[in-house]
């Protein structure tokens, strides 16, 4: 026999499987890879175990390769093993494909900068009367915030009262300690609401922005929330503020029509803006206010300052689409016979009708569909900081401090967070929630402590679970949010050697190490809070976590095809808009915003605003000018190049007369050169802005 074989080659029957896996392999090499991935995996492991000792930082790019060389020694062949290296390259190259577009969708942006200033001029403005603060919080200060055509992620604005909440005052839930009830007769501060139950305070405080708590950024946030429909070059971009569980979301559709016999009931223009009409409205609602002759003419001025710092293009801001109209309007003098001044006012009747008729046809459908572009969010969440330490949280530090296998955070990370400010916010518990009187604890700060202390490859392995999250397991994003997942990373990384996460090597393994995390507490059905031991998955159920386990192990089987669902759903996004479901309610809401040609919702809420910041300063109209005024040399400073001369100083300041001279002047001449009237404006406004800062009254 052996005679024989020598002298022929063998046969023998190979099943039709078999020949199609050879072909899979022969025509796409790549398909190896996560096999490949899997030996390393079960590698890493071994090692691990064979002495106790962590040795996964060593299994990296050398391993593989070793590992491939090996493949193709025993493959016997030169095409093997130049498919084997082809293989490998492409795998590499597409990882750090997709490595490279999580991190430009994660850089940040001017408007990312703009919304911190924005918080810097609130809590500037509400120091003067107060604590009562407000912060950008969440992935876009944590670094880790994707936009994509899918969607452009979102802002988490943190809203923080006065009042504080003795930590003595916390009841926790004994099998969910992060959900809290806060005993009203312990806190120092009485409120006007019935206490639940003659002693828990009520969550609506919070969910409301009430007054009582927010003597200050209640108006402010009143007139920052309102939502606005806005014209851009080529589409409509329309906001809806609705509920969620922390507190109020205000979403933005970009590009946002109607679908079907939609489009075409509904009328979807815009009215323009009735300048006369705008003012006699605003100049009646002001009248009729409580407010002091000084505080109407301190009001006149700030629009008028408001005016002057607006861009031209106004539609380019939040700030033109929604309060463009009422600014022009309010400053608008009636008096002047200037018909150019102004759009005529237009005839609703028709619009009115045809909108009516469409609410009574429609008022059997509750949902209409619409598509859009790409939309984004702004997340408000009002807050309670508390006064004093949390138990838990020097448990934690403890347990950070005295184990020597915990590798991550810093000892310096570890301390600034045990000094950093903690929160309740409202929000009902996971299971069992008792509305009313349910708040959570708010660890903001110290996440945000935690992300500072990441490295940038760390960061892109939070990255890759956010698309994981947002693709392969988008059915279930609302059961595993990114807070879960990060969450589960933050574990992880105090376990898992930091130069596993090398990007260029094994950072596949520390994603490995955090899915199969989440599958482990998966099959208990618990996930550990960072900070305390309370169990953030007990409102899943066992067929859900089922599903989910099952998903997480595809991925762990192949990375790089479930990575890349994430990156189709985008190209997708780009070729088609997107669709969803958007309340009849919604709507009519909408078409009102829509038919109010005299801009009367954000004249109510500007007079209101006004009202309440008159009472805080206890009928004191100095205090608030001075708090109104050193803000804007802020945000004058901060937003414009225009030179200005402050009040009070001992440079001359320019009268009105004077000023009408320079405006006379500018508007006759004939200049030079594009740089000789560019000149010749900024000292215009220069001299503007001084008159009306002067014309301020400062006592």
């Known amino acids: 026999m052996n005679e024989e074989c020598e002298s022929s080659k063998q046969e023998e029957e190979i099943s039709m499987r078999e020949m199609e896996e050879l072909k899979k392999c022969k025509s796409d090499p790549a398909s190896r890879i996560p096999k490949v991935i899997s030996m390393v995996s079960d590698l890493q492991k071994v090692v691990a175990n064979s002495d106790g000792t962590d040795h996964s930082s060593f299994v990296d790019r050398e391993v593989v390769q070793a590992i491939m060389e090996q493949i193709m020694i025993n493959s016997n062949g030169q095409d093997t093993e130049s498919n084997m290296q082809s293989a490998y390259q492409y795998l590499q190259r597409k990882l750090q494909y997709f490595y490279k577009m999580l991190e430009d969708q994660c ?31 969440g992935s876009t200060t944590e670094g880790t915030r994707l936009r994509s055509n899918m969607n452009e992620g979102d802002f ?22 992060c959900f809290v009830h806060v005993r009203g007769d312990k806190i120092q ?54 509920e969620a569980k922390p507190g109020m979301c205000k979403e933005h559709y970009v590009g946002f029509q109607l679908v079907g016999e939609d489009a075409e009931n509904i009328n979807m223009r815009k009215q323009d803006t009735d300048l006369r009409a705008t003012n006699n409205y605003f100049q009646s609602v002001m009248d009729s206010s409580d407010l ?74 509750k949902v209409c569909r619409v598509k859009f572009n790409y939309k984004s969010s702004k997340d408000f969440i009002a807050a309670f900081p508390l006064e004093g330490k949390l138990k838990c949280l020097e448990e934690w530090r403890l347990r950070i401090l005295t184990s020597d296998k915990v590798l991550w955070p810093s000892l310096e990370i570890v301390e600034k967070i045990c000094q950093s400010e903690m929160y309740v916010v409202a929000k009902p518990a996971i299971v069992k929630p008792s509305a009313d009187i349910d708040f959570c604890l708010g660890f903001n700060q110290a996440e945000l402590i935690l992300a500072s202390d990441l490295s940038s490859d760390q960061r892109l392995c939070v990255l890759l679970l956010k698309a994981l999250q947002k693709g392969y397991l988008k059915h279930y994003s609302s059961l595993l949010t990114t807070f879960h997942w990060k969450t589960a990373f933050y574990h992880q990384c105090g376990q898992i050697d930091p130069d596993l996460f090398d990007r260029h090597s094994t950072i596949l393994l520390a994603l490995e190490s955090v899915l199969s995390y989440m ?41 790089e095809a479930a990575l890349q669902v994430y990156f189709d759903m985008n190209k997708e996004c780009e070729r088609s808009k997107q669709e969803e479901e958007i309340s009849m309610k919604e709507m009519e809401e909408m078409k009102k915003r829509r038919n109010d040609p005299s801009n009367k919702k954000p004249a109510d809420n500007i007079i209101s605003m006004m009202t309440d910041l008159q009472k805080v300063a206890t009928s004191n109209d100095s205090k608030l000018t001075k708090a109104i005024i050193d803000t804007l040399y802020l945000v004058i400073e901060e937003e414009t190049d225009i030179p200005f001369v402050r009040p009070n100083t001992t440079e001359k300041q320019c009268s009105l007369n004077e000023l009408l001279a320079h405006v006379t002047s500018y508007s006759t001449t004939n200049f030079s050169s594009r740089n000789e009237k560019k000149k010749a404006l900024e000292d215009l406004k220069a001299n503007a802005f001084a008159s009306v800062l002067s014309s301020l009254p400062s006592k």
Request: hydrophobic residues 35%; aromatic residues 8%.
């Open 107 to 137: 850089k940040k942006v001017p408007n990312d900068a703009r919304q911190l200033r924005y918080c810097k001029y609130i809590t500037k403005f509400a120091s003067h009367f107060g604590k009562e603060w407000c912060m950008v919080a």
């Open 156 to 177: 988490d604005y943190l809203i923080i009262s006065g009042v504080s909440i003795p930590t003595d005052a916390l009841e926790h839930r004994q099998d969910l300690p």
């Open 189 to 242: 501060h009485s409120f006007s609401h019935n206490l639940v139950d003659g002693k828990y305070l009520h969550s609506r405080i919070l969910k409301e922005v009430d007054r009582e708590a927010f003597k200050i950024l209640r108006g402010l946030f009143q007139v920052f929330t309102m939502p606005f429909d806005s014209k851009g070059k080529d589409s409509h971009n329309v906001d809806f503020n609705r």
């Open 292 to 365: 002091s002759p000084s505080m109407k003419s301190l009001l006149t001025n700030l629009l008028s300052i408001l005016a002057e710092t607006e861009p031209n293009d106004e539609s380019s801001t939040a700030m033109g689409q929604t309060f463009g109209g009422l600014i022009e309007g309010a400053i608008f003098d009636s008096a002047i016979d200037n018909p150019t001044s102004f759009q005529p006012k237009r005839t609703k009747q028709s619009t009115e009708e045809n909108d009516r008729n469409c609410i009574e046809d429609s008022s059997s459908k």
């Open 519 to 559: 599958i482990e507490c998966l099959d208990r059905r618990y996930l550990k809070h960072y900070f305390l031991e309370s169990n953030l998955i007990a409102h899943i159920t066992e067929t859900e976590a089922n599903e989910i386990r099952e998903k997480i192990k595809e991925i762990i089987a192949d990375p």
